[in-house]
């Protein structure tokens, strides 16, 4: 079976929240392959993913210099000269936490890529996203994903759902929460679904 992910399934492991285990255990079950799971992610979704840890990283960076300028204001107060050094392990802290969510953005896609197959952001992709913000009332990126997801749906099932593969796309993005953008999921036989635990169980039921 065919199973879709996107800029959050990327995010979830990378930054460890809550249902980042359940993704671990689907890459788990995509890098075993003899259970016949394909793993695919649109080549923008890993673009993405950087810009937005590259955002956090920006954003971070700007309110650790706002508490650098404060704390030097507030050391020139003898009073809390003191506590204002105890402070300043916050913007370290800040720092660190920088680092480390880049470290685990590599690793974890450098881990993803290895058991995933990835869609080509093709002009034809590009064509229909701008479509796609129309006629589906997407974001940009959103409508690069979807269109992405769809390119790769139609090679892989090209006379629609009949005899196509079982396939499922997961995302946390509500966006995707349409009418019109289920029924052409439905068409070409991919179910949409809005949690990682229930791609997880659905992917675990298809595959035993």
Do not use: W
């Not at 003899?34 to 700007?62: C, D, K, N, T």
Request: proline residues 3%.
């Amino acid at each position: 079976m065919i199973l879709y992910v996107e800029t959050n399934f990327v995010l979830e492991l990378a930054f460890l929240q809550e249902d980042h285990e359940h993704c671990e255990e689907i890459i788990g079950l995509a890098e075993g392959r003899a259970g016949g799971l394909q793993l695919v992610i649109p080549a923008f979704s890993v673009g993405e993913a950087y810009h937005r840890q590259i955002r956090q990283e920006a954003e971070r960076s700007a309110l650790q210099g706002r508490i650098i300028n404060a704390l030097d204001d507030i050391s020139r107060t003898r009073p809390y000269a003191e506590r204002s050094m105890e402070l300043r392990e916050v913007t370290s802290f800040l720092e660190e936490s920088n680092r480390e969510d880049r470290g685990r953005l590599d690793s974890v896609l450098k881990t993803l890529l290895s058991a995933a197959g990835v869609i080509p952001t093709t002009g034809a992709v590009i064509a229909e996203a701008f479509d796609l913000q129309r006629s589906r009332g997407l974001s940009p990126p959103d409508a690069l994903v979807y269109a992405s997801v769809l390119s790769h749906l139609r090679s892989a099932a090209p006379q629609g759902a009949q005899g196509a593969q079982a396939s499922c796309f997961v995302t946390r993005d509500r966006h995707f929460a349409d009418d019109d953008i289920r029924a052409d999921l439905e068409a070409l036989g991919c179910k949409l679904l809005f949690k990682f635990e229930d791609a997880q169980g659905y992917v675990r039921s298809r595959l035993t």
